[in-house]
DNA sequence: ATAAGTTTGTGAAGTATTTCACAAGCTTCC
DNA sequence: GGAAGCTTGTGAAATACTTCACAAACTTAT
């Protein structure tokens, strides 16, 4: 594996991810190789498309065979940043955080959620999965102190960005956020929003245009 | 306002998106008018790009002053066929399914809820929210019947593309998926997909490649 | 050992999207 | 009413991303 020369696409690590899934999948199964073709199919992609993306990092197929499934599997993880643990903290205690509780993804794919947080006195110091909700005031001293890599942000839009303030002060390095808001933050920290109602209009837009 | 002559950017739909999120806003508080580069310091992009996007659909502002505030709103939702009701059904009752039913964003933007379906028998029957989960049996003929537009669905990967396609069968036009696969349905459905595990990984990706 | 058949890796071409830059149009001030 | 000051709308330029197309490299069959 190669180190990329120039800057990769998100649209290309997005698929680096939707790839990996596939091949854990494969890997699982028993299979030993699978072809550009075979794995863009899967991803509902092109088989250029899987081979350039791939050849970003280097050259982990053989001609006339395809990639290695397991081999590539380990590349990816290693190009992902995946062969490590992240320390993940979820910040919001409702409904959406406890969703994302639930989600084994966390744990499987090595984000450690090591802690919960909540302003609201009446789910402070409820338990919750294998944590108990952390009141939070003192999640910026615990980014600090614990080297929390990921915030997952599921608070309402009003509160989000001065929590990412505070957090960004304290030194959290990636923000996952499900508020419906843009977040400012320095250039050193990664943001991702997922927007519900942007992808609901997205399609509400879709269904209004379809015949134009 | 005027129709696009080609196709639009799905950047471009997100982006219009957001720009109606907080117009909306500003029409709330009384602000009359809003200029591109307002805009765009509100929703994190340029100034131009703000300009570019509405210019698709027609020619909203005034040179000097700025977008008027509650015209442009009542545009865009035009142009994101939200001045219209929307029938959803939720699908798999689970945590995910549960904070979407909570999410107030729905009603709030003429997505009308009109049906949950779980195939779980301990679920079935249960009151949720304002309506009782369904047997996912009758799905496909409530689609039909009701002429539901897009169905969100929250079931594990391994069962929505078989959910899919007794929904696309059953003739429904639009899916958000919350099951982190890829799925194959025909051009005139529109889907969209949010992946958790994909925007974790993208983060991972940015943390252990941030230097470079 | 050779031929036939696959499939990768990748420059080059093609498309799509964003950014630039400025004329045109509107407001406000004097 | 004219000048100064903003801000839009938009072609053109720049950048980014995807697709093409084919030589090179490998496997398998004979």
Redesign the pocket.
Known sequence: MTLPT???????VR?LSMYLRYLEGLDAIGQR???????AQLCG????????????F??????????PVHELTEHLQEILGLRQAWQVVIVGAGKIGSALAEYRGFKQRGFQVVGVYDKNPDKIGRPWGDAVVRDMSTLPDDVTEHHVDIAVLAIPADDAQDVVDQMVAAGIRAILSFAPTSLHVPAHVAVKTVNMAMELEGLSYALTNRGA
Chains 1, 2 share one sequence.
């Open positions: 120039k800057r990769i696409a998100e649209s290309t698929r190789t699978a072809s550009s073709d075979e794995l992609t092109t088989p250029a498309q899987v081979r350039k993306d791939l050849s970003f280097g050259s982990f197929g053989k001609r006339g065979l395809g990639y």
